[in-house]
C-alpha cells in the first residue's frame, strides 16, 4: 500500500455512546487532508463490533458446500429474509483464540462438522465506514457425506439449520442475487474463482 493509505488522526475526546450486546464509541476527531491540511473536527460514531472470523467448508469428493440458515436480526430489521443462506461465522474470542481455532470450533457448535485443512482466504472490513469489525475468512477441506440436520448453542439461543448443495449450484444463487450476507458473498466469490485448483489438489 501507498503513503495515501496513511493519514495523521488526531482524536480530541471520545466517549462510549452505548454499551450492550455490541458497543458504540462517539469520537471527535480531525484527520490531514490530502492536500496536507488538517480538516475540521468531525464527530463520528463507530459501531465497535469486534473481529470475526467465517469458512466455507468444502467437500471436493462430492463437489458441495455447506452454508447454514439461522435467524438475524439485522436481516429481519431490513426487511430481508430472516434465515438467509449464510457462511459458518463467529466473533473472534477476546481472550485471544487463533482464527483457526474459531473457524474449527464454529463448524463443530454451527454444522456440526470436524473441518480438515483450512486455506485463507479473504480478509475484509464490511463497513469500514460506521464499523470497526474485520473479518477472516478461509475455505475448509471437509467430508460433507453426513452432514446436516439443525445444530446451535441452546445456552445462545441457536437454531441453525446446515444446508449441503453442489457447488455450481452456490455459485448460481450468488449470481442470481439469492445469497445476501457479506461473508457468504466473499466466500463464494473467492472460491468460484480458486475452486478447480482447491479440487484438483484436495483429490490429489
Known amino acids: ?49 469486534g473481529d470475526a472470523v467465517a469458512v466455507l467448508p468444502y467437500d471436493p469428493v462430492a463437489d458441495r458446500v455447506l452454508l447454514i440458515r ?9 426487511g430481508r429474509p430472516a434465515r438467509p443462506l449464510m457462511a459458518v461465522a463467529g ?3 477476546e481472550a485471544g483464540e487463533p482464527a483457526e481455532a474459531t473457524a474449527r470450533r ?11 485443512t483450512l486455506i485463507p482466504a479473504i480478509s475484509f472490513m464490511p463497513s469500514p465506514g460506521g464499523s470497526s469489525e474485520r473479518v477472516e475468512t478461509f475455505v475448509a477441506r471437509a467430508d460433507l457425506s453426513a452432514a446436516g440436520g439443525v445444530h446451535g448453542l ?16 452456490a ?10 450476507a457479506g ?12 475452486r478447480a485448483r482447491l479440487r484438483r489438489d484436495w483429490t490429489a
Not at 13 to 28: E, P
Not at 106 to 116: F, K, M, S, W
Not at 171 to 180: C, H, N, P, S
Open 1 to 49: 500500500m501507498g503513503h495515501d493509505d496513511e493519514v495523521e488522526v488526531r482524536a480530541i475526546r471520545t466517549r462510549t455512546g452505548y454499551a450492550g450486546f455490541f458497543k458504540i464509541s462517539v469520537t471527535t476527531l480531525r484527520h490531514r487532508r490530502f492536500d496536507g491540511t488538517m480538516g475540521p473536527e468531525l464527530t463520528r460514531e463507530v459501531f465497535q463490533r
Open 70 to 78: 439461522q435467524f438475524l436480526p439485522g436481516a429481519w430489521a431490513a
Open 91 to 93: 466473533m473472534l474470542d
Open 106 to 116: 464454529e463448524a463443530a457448535e454451527e454444522a456440526g462438522i470436524v473441518l480438515g
Open 154 to 169: 441452546a445456552s445462545e439461543g441457536e437454531d441453525i439449520r446446515v444446508e449441503v448443495m453442489d457447488a455450481e449450484a
Open 171 to 180: 455459485i448460481a444463487l450468488l449470481d442470481a442475487g439469492a445469497i445476501e
Open 183 to 194: 461473508p457468504a458473498v466473499v466466500l463464494l466469490l473467492w472460491f468460484a474463482r480458486h
